[in-house]
């Protein structure tokens, strides 16, 4: 059995790859697991299941405009999408929604619905997974925050440039 090398990082959907067991320091070695090659302890049995990264946001439309905010930090740095942001471990997407909104535009939001929930990561950095939900204000002041440098709505028929291709879904502007 071959070891496994993190050159085979390309077949795994995260970017955490341990070459050695976390649980008892044995090298790991690759082998097919339920159908897929994983890293798998000799030693242990400690088998390394990639799992997605998860993110959520949210659509909020105001007065027939939809509120977005411009990212202050790389990949995409000064495009404006969608308050969004990564689920954190054991948090509720709906909550981490919820977070990332007041985290970046400073507006409490309620959660109405789904949107939509998109697969596929656009760059190495981001996400497999993202949930978005439409929600309403219901509280706070607009002030853009954490990753954002502004926060604004803005009228569908003269939106920003936009970042993302999931921005640009939810709003049906692909």
Sequence with gaps: MAAFHPA?????????IYRYCPQCAAELE?????????PVCPQCG?????D?????GVLVEQDDQIL???RINEPL?????????????HEDPQQAALRECLEETGLEVKITGL????NGREHERGADIIIVYRAVVIGGTLAAGDDADQAAFFPRSNLPPLA?????RVLGVE
């Design 68 to 70: 977005l905010v411009r």
């Design 164 to 168: 993302f291709r999931a921005t640009r």
């Design 46 to 50: 400690f088998i390394y299941f990639a």
């Design 115 to 118: 949107v939509d929930v998109i």
């Design 77 to 89: 740095q000064g495009l404006w999408s969608i308050p969004a942001g990564f689920v954190d471990a």
């Design 52 to 56: 997605p990264k998860v993110a959520a």
């Design 8 to 16: 085979q990082t390309k077949d795994f959907m995260s970017p955490t």
């Design 30 to 38: 690759t082998r097919i697991v339920f159908g897929k090659l994983r």
